[in-house]
């Protein structure tokens, strides 16, 4: 059957190529405010109701950008958005996810209830469904496999809350190993879109802290001049999991409806390849074939 397929973007033509699949979006920031630890009580100016709703605020337009992705990439995507202290075996296997992506993070998770943190480590660190951790969501991984997570310039972040040495906007990345199939097509001399040369990415960056060192099982395969562990890869137990310290998801935000020069697609092009190779690699972790339709 032919299907006409709409472009999102007037200068960069960007169409569906996978068919179908089913992906949980995992909600990282706080909802309410019984997720806040005791120590987020006994922090300066503290004030939960209005932390919650700034962090309802900001997931608004985080998860929006996951799921606008995951709609974009996808022809026919079935998408459970879940809260993070929701996350779990059970509901995971009533849903039976091609793929799982957390999201970014706003506070610091010493600032969570610990019982959040156990749970979702205890999922992450046993499920064999393959997982997508961005910003945020590439720390939580790193904190399940016991690493500490830390400021830009090695601190713990309780000792740093303020002034932090921060990442932000468009960076490049170098790459580590671009023969992982999560690179597939980025590095074409031909593509004219090519913002970066040679082995680099050019991704978006809003963050303050990182993982400290490279979880056991994993393999770096993108690093920066501030923040080194920038991307990596576990590929072993039956898992299949992929993080990024950036913001791949920011590739589909509407330039028209928010007009500005960070907006623009064809600035996330190396971002957006990722998020559709991934899901293109937790298909094919899932045992389906993958029949991809050509762009135009």
């Known amino acids: 059957m032919f299907v006409t397929l709409n472009n999102y973007c007037e200068y960069e033509p960007i169409q569906a190529r996978i068919e179908s699949a089913r992906v949980v979006v995992v909600d990282g920031l706080i909802h309410k405010v019984e997720d806040f630890s005791e120590l987020a009580y006994r922090e300066p100016f503290f004030n939960p109701a209005e932390r919650v709703k700034e962090e309802r605020t900001i997931a608004g337009f985080a998860i929006g950008n996951i799921v606008q992705n995951v709609k974009r990439l996808i022809r026919n995507a079935e998408i459970m958005v879940a809260p993070l202290p929701d996350l779990s075996h059970a509901m995971l296997a009533e849903f039976n996810p091609d793929a799982i992506v957390l999201s970014g993070t706003l506070s610091d998770f010493d600032l969570y209830q610990e019982s959040i943190m156990t749970n979702m480590a205890s999922v992450l ?3 064999k469904y393959p997982v997508l951790g961005i910003c945020g969501g590439h720390q939580l991984v ?3 496999w016991g690493l500490p997570v830390v400021t830009l310039d090695g601190v713990p972040g309780l ?3 303020e002034n932090r040495i921060r990442e932000y906007e468009y960076h490049l990345v170098k790459v580590i190993d671009p023969q992982d199939p999560i690179f597939n097509g980025i590095f074409s001399t031909t593509d004219p879109r ?3 040369k040679g082995d680099t990415i050019w991704v978006w960056q809003n963050h303050g802290l990182m993982v400290e060192g490279i979880p056991a099982g994993f393999k770096l395969l993108a690093k920066g001049y501030l ?3 920038q991307m990596m890869v576990k590929r072993s137990d039956g898992q299949l ?3 990024v310290q950036f913001h791949i998801e920011k590739s589909f ?5 928010t007009p500005s020069r960070w907006e623009h697609h064809n600035e996330s092009r190396d971002g957006r390849m990722l998020f559709e190779n991934f899901i293109i690699e937790a298909l094919r972790h899932r045992g389906q074939e993958v029949a991809l339709a050509k762009s135009a």
């Open 142 to 144: 790193g904190m399940s």
């Open 125 to 127: 660190t046993t499920t």
């Open 159 to 161: 000792e740093k809350r």
């Open 241 to 243: 999991i992929y993080t």
């Open 253 to 257: 935000e509407d330039w028209r409806k």
């Open 227 to 229: 923040c080194r562990n």
């Open 194 to 196: 090519r913002r970066s």
